[in-house]
C-alpha cells in the first residue's frame, strides 16, 4: 500500500513539473512573473472518516494554515494554486479524539467564472506529521504515514487581496491499513495576497 502512495506522488511532482514548464514556455509566450501572487492562508475545517469498519463516528473541528501561489496558466481566467498547509484532521472515533496533524500539498486548478467568483479542483497529498493514536485512550493506533485526497470547492475574491474559500476534501487512501477509513473534510478559509 505504501509503494502504491509513493507511486501516486511522484506521478503528481512529474505532473506539476510538466504543468510548471508548460506554465512558463508555453505557445502563447512566457507568463510574466510578476502576475505570480503569494500569500498566507489561513482556515477552519470540520473532518471525519468515511468507510464500512466503523459505526458512529463524529465529526471533529480542525483547521489549517499555510501559504498559497497564485500562478496564471494555458489562458485567461486560469489559474493554478499551489499549497502549503499544516492542517489538523480527524474523528471522535468512540473512545476519543483521533487528532491528525498533517503537512499538505494540494495543486490546484482553479478557473474564474467572472472576476469575483472561481471553481477549483485538485489533488493533493498529505504527510502525517504527528498524531495521538499511542496515547490513551486510542492505544496502539498507528496511521498511515502518506494521506493522498482530492479537493473541490470554490472561491470569491473579494478585492485585489483578500481570496474566500470553500472546499470539499474526499481521501483516496486509508487512514489506516486494516480499516475502511479514508478522510473526509470540509473547509472554510481566506488568503491573503500580496
Known sequence: MKIKLVAIF?????GVLQVNAQVFEGTSGAVDLNEIRFGPKLGFSVSSFSGNDFVNINTKAGGYIG?????????ESFYLQPEL???????????GNL???????????????TDAIAVELGPQVGFLISDNGDK???????PNGVDVGMNIGG?????????F????E???????DNFDLKNRAVSVGASYFF
Do not use: C, M
Open 85 to 95: 498547509l499544516l492542517s489538523l484532521k480527524g474523528a471522535d472515533v468512540g473512545p
Open 67 to 75: 501559504a498559497i501561489a497564485e500562478i496564471p496558466a494555458f489562458f
Open 170 to 176: 474526499a481521501g483516496l487512501s486509508r487512514v489506516l
Open 165 to 168: 474559500q470553500l472546499r470539499f
Open 10 to 14: 511522484a506521478l503528481l511532482v512529474v
Open 155 to 163: 472561491g470569491y475574491l473579494l478585492n485585489d487581496t483578500f481570496y
Open 99 to 113: 487528532n491528525l496533524y498533517y503537512l499538505q500539498l494540494p495543486i490546484i486548478a482553479k478557473y474564474h467564472i
Open 136 to 142: 490513551p485512550p486510542l492505544n496502539n493506533v498507528n
